[in-house]
């Protein structure tokens, strides 16, 4: 997730991002795109506020953050983020990408286990 350095020149940030995806955003989109994981609507790369989330199932109130190694360098801004992002309503999940990459299945269990806490789905499938 992208964070606040003012909103002058970010209106197209979203679309860059979305053209340079990371191969474990690629495969993660792969599962989610066209609410293929559960019938789910997940968009990319979207404006949260001053933020851009990796990915975010409004009807979850859900964003999925991919971490790569920069972000260990970047922790504390990561948590001012979370927590902002919380207060708005949303839950973040964090996953470095070689889970996404080595074992998918913790991730889409994990993102299972938050939709079960959620509202029923529409279609009554999840």
Same mark, same amino acid.
């Given at each position: 997730?992208?964070?606040?350095?003012?909103?002058?020149?970010?209106?197209?940030?979203?679309?860059?991002?979305?053209?340079?995806?990371?191969?474990?955003?690629?495969?993660? $989109?792969?599962?989610?795109?066209?609410?293929?994981?559960?019938?789910?609507?997940?968009?990319?790369?979207?404006?949260?506020?001053? $933020?851009?989330?990796?990915?975010?199932?409004?009807?979850?109130?859900?964003?999925?953050?991919?971490?790569?190694?920069?972000?260990?360098?970047?922790?504390?801004?990561?948590?001012?983020?979370?927590?902002?992002?919380?207060?708005?309503?949303?839950?973040?999940?964090?996953?470095?990408?070689?889970?996404?990459?080595?074992?998918?299945?913790?991730?889409?269990?994990?993102?299972?286990?938050?939709?079960?806490?959620?509202?029923?789905?529409?279609?009554?499938?999840?």
């Amino acid at each position: 997730m992208r964070g606040p350095r003012g909103l002058r020149g970010m209106s197209n940030q979203p679309r860059r991002l979305r053209a340079r995806m990371t191969l474990a955003e690629t495969a993660m $989109w792969t599962r989610l795109r066209d609410r293929g994981f559960e019938g789910f609507k997940f968009r990319r790369q979207t404006r949260i506020g001053p $933020w851009i989330a990796d990915f975010c199932c409004y009807d979850l109130k859900l964003v999925i953050e991919l971490d790569g190694g920069i972000h260990r360098l970047r922790e504390e801004a990561d948590r001012r983020r979370d927590a902002d992002l919380t207060r708005r309503g949303f839950t973040v999940l964090r996953f470095g990408n070689e889970a996404v990459l080595t074992n998918p299945n913790i991730v889409f269990d994990a993102i299972r286990a938050h939709a079960g806490a959620g509202p029923p789905h529409p279609s009554g499938s999840a």
